[in-house]
Nanobody
């Protein structure tokens, strides 16, 4: 069992930045691919970013490439999502996620573990 807890959401103006954090705990959490999904009002949950268990590989949805970065520190049981040049369309609840492979991590319906979510609101 892996537990995930997000923090760092909030309200920011367009063009601003936010850093989301996710604390992981539980059995062998450092062995999992970790990532972030988001869900905007009235829309389906979508994959945003992922990182391999050793931090050596990162991957993003096209809409955030060049603006978002993801990192992790297994010794601290943490993963972060750095969001820059935020746009109103980035407004959503952001969820930390853990799964065994990058293929599964990209698919919201197959995720093994979820956090409770944190709201990000970007004003025009």
């Amino acid at each position: 069992q892996v537990q995930l807890a997000e923090s760092g959401g909030g309200l920011v103006q367009a063009g601003g930045s936010l850093r989301l954090a996710c604390t992981t705990s539980g059995r062998a959490s450092s062995n999992y691919e970790l990532g972030w999904h988001r869900q905007a009002p009235g829309k389906e949950r979508e994959f945003v970013a992922g990182i391999s268990w050793d931090g050596g590989r990162t991957y993003f949805v096209d809409s955030v490439k060049g603006r978002f970065s993801i990192s992790r520190d297994n010794a601290k049981n943490m993963v972060w999502l750095e969001m820059n040049n935020l746009k109103p369309e980035d407004t959503a609840v952001y969820y930390c996620a853990a799964s065994g492979t990058s293929v599964i991590l990209r698919q919201p319906g197959l995720i093994d573990y979820w956090g409770q979510g944190t709201q990000v609101t970007v004003s025009p």
